[in-house]
């Protein structure tokens, strides 16, 4: 149970993928209701568990899904898959290559199709970023209300302040990455029943989350008017409502 923390509940295996620069404990006000619909673990991606962790494997979108794949397979039983982002990513590549492995998908605010898209617009601000911030007020200051609280539980706790849990150079590398291919292939082979959650202020490409709802095998499509890309940060209860919703409905089907 490498780089998974159980956080409790009883039944089916949920397990929480954060998204990039994020990590597991970014999850805290999830998982009081969580805890309800199954036994839930947050995971903590590769690149992301701390600024002195060495992973000498090449930057993959494949090192992803094979490393994720290795922490469900160590639970005994196909897990809910409840993904941010990039987490929400290797989910479903995830569900993709290893079916046995997932039971259902979240999807939160992620899609198939992003290439021709640079991250040059924001690489001179994430490399701006200081190493640590002596105050969270000064995470606050930088990220705003919503992300400024996902960052300071995300961050590593030192003496003198918070630090970053990795290196954005590789975050960016991460992200280029998208850029480059697509993965419509990927959801094609999906066959868990899926929700898909769409931020009102989304990051993805307009209408392609509608089109894996139309083209997915059991997929629910929900679109959160005013949202932003924390959708279960930003708009909590709705992000609750949906979730609850779609795995209850699971539940009673079973």
């Known amino acids: 149970m490498r780089y998974l923390t159980a956080h409790g509940g009883e039944g089916q295996p949920l397990v929480l993928v954060h998204g990039l620069m994020g990590r597991g404990s ?9 805890t309800r619909l199954g036994k839930v673990y947050t995971y903590d991606a590769p690149w992301h568990r701390g ?5 000498t494997h090449p930057i993959s979108t494949e090192r992803f899904v094979d490393d994720l794949g290795e922490a469900v397979e ?36 992620m899609a198939p ?45 030192t003496a003198t302040g918070w630090r970053l849990h990795g290196h954005p150079s590789t975050w960016i590398e991460i992200a280029a990455e998208w850029g480059t291919r697509d993965y419509w292939h990927q959801w094609s082979l999906v066959r868990s029943p899926a929700l898909l959650l769409e931020a009102g202020n989304s990051v993805t490409p307009a209408g392609q989350m509608r089109t894996m709802a ?12 005013g949202a932003g890309h924390l959708i279960h ?16 409905t699971l539940a009673q089907r079973a």
């Open 26 to 34: 970014t999850w805290p006000r999830q998982l009081p209701w969580l």
């Open 233 to 248: 940060d930003d708009a909590p209860q709705i992000y609750q409502q949906g979730v609850e919703s779609f795995l209850t």
């Open 113 to 157: 199709d992003f290439r021709g898209r640079t991250t040059g617009p924001w690489e001179p601000w994430l490399h701006a970023l200081p190493v640590e911030f002596d105050t969270a007020q000064r995470i606050y200051d930088e990220f705003g209300p919503v992300a400024g609280q996902y960052f300071l539980e995300a961050f590593d706790r």
């Open 51 to 55: 600024r002195d962790v060495v992973d």
């Open 214 to 225: 139309e083209t997915g095998h059991r997929s629910t499509y929900l679109h959160v008017p």
């Open 74 to 109: 160590s639970l005994g039983s196909p897990a809910v898959m409840v993904g941010h982002s990039m987490g929400a990513l290797h989910s479903w590549c995830l569900a993709a290559c290893r079916p046995e492995l997932v039971s259902a998908l979240v999807v939160e605010d």
